[in-house]
Nanobody
Framework: QLAESGGGSVQAGGSLRLSCAAS????????VAWFRQAAGGEREGVVI???????DYFDSSKGRFTASFDNANKILNLEMNSLKPADTAMYYC????????????????????WGQGTLVIVSS
C-alpha cells in the first residue's frame, strides 16, 4: 500500500514537500513514481525512478523538483520548488515490482499499486 502526504496550498514561487510511505513491501528494489492529474486533464508523469537508482524527470518537473527514496523507511519524497499555477493537480505516487526499464518512458498503466493522492494548489 502507498500513502501520500504533504499536499496543500502555496503561492507561486513557493515550495512543497510530498511524501509517499510504502507498507507491506517485500521486494528489495522496485520502480516508483510520482504522477499528477489536473482537474479535467489526463494523468501525466512527474518523475520515475528505481528505488536504488537515479530519478528520471519529465520536462514539466526538470530543474524544479527533486525526488529521493529513503530505503530504510520505504518513503518516496518529492521536493517541489519554484511552483507554478500549472503545477496545481492531484499528485499520486505509484509503484511496480517490474524493476527493469524504470524510466520516464513507462506509462501509468504499468504501475500496479497507487496511493490515494494528495492535492497541491498553487495560486498566482
Amino acid at each position: 500500500q502507498l500513502a501520500e502526504s504533504g499536499g496543500g496550498s502555496v503561492q507561486a514561487g513557493g515550495s512543497l514537500r510530498l511524501s509517499c510511505a510504502a507498507s507491506g513491501v517485500t521486494y528489495s528494489r522496485y520502480c516508483v513514481a510520482w504522477f499528477r492529474q489536473a482537474a479535467g486533464g489526463e494523468r501525466e508523469g512527474v518523475v520515475i525512478m528505481p528505488t536504488d537508482g537515479r530519478a528520471d524527470y519529465f520536462d514539466s518537473s526538470k530543474g524544479r523538483f527533486t525526488a529521493s527514496f529513503d530505503n530504510a523507511n520505504k518513503i518516496l519524497n518529492l521536493e517541489m520548488n519554484s511552483l507554478k499555477p500549472a503545477d496545481t493537480a492531484m499528485y499520486y505516487c505509484a509503484a511496480t515490482t517490474d524493476y527493469y526499464g524504470c524510466n520516464n518512458q513507462r506509462p501509468p498503466r504499468e504501475f500496479q499499486v497507487w496511493g490515494q493522492g494528495t492535492l497541491v494548489i498553487v495560486s498566482s
